[in-house]
């Protein structure tokens, strides 16, 4: 179980170091077009335009990443999904508490409180 912790957290740090760098760029670039809009080439300009937009468009993306957000589920596939994790995990807890230590304990029953509090949400939308 740690392990999948220590992939899990890896995983949301280079999410996260990969969010800071293109909303740095998107900054810089923004900046850059502010500063030097009365000079420089016309079409470098709607490219630079263009590279904006998909930066933020992965702003976007990296941040329901980092947030566990899938925008291309519906609201009942969130449902039964967060539901079969709420019910998987309460298993795996059930079996397998001894062997956990006292902080993934608790993590995982925090992460069981945020599901059923998403779960509540879910279904009364």
Do not use: C, P, W
């Amino acid at each position: 179980m740690e392990s999948f912790n220590n992939d899990n957290l890896e995983k949301k740090e280079k999410q996260i170091e990969n969010l800071i760098n293109v909303v740095e760029n998107h900054t810089r670039t923004k900046r850059h077009l502010e500063q030097y809009s009365n000079i420089g080439n016309i079409d470098n300009k709607e490219n630079a335009k263009k590279i904006q937009e998909v930066r933020e468009q992965q702003i976007h993306d990296l941040k329901n990443q980092i947030k566990g957000i899938n925008e291309n589920q519906s609201k009942d596939d969130q449902l039964e999904n967060t539901i079969e994790k709420y019910i998987n995990t309460s298993g795996y807890i059930t079996k397998n508490a001894q062997e956990l230590s006292d902080e993934q304990l608790r993590n995982m029953q925090r992460k069981q409180e945020n599901r059923k509090v998403q779960i509540k949400n879910l279904e009364e939308e």
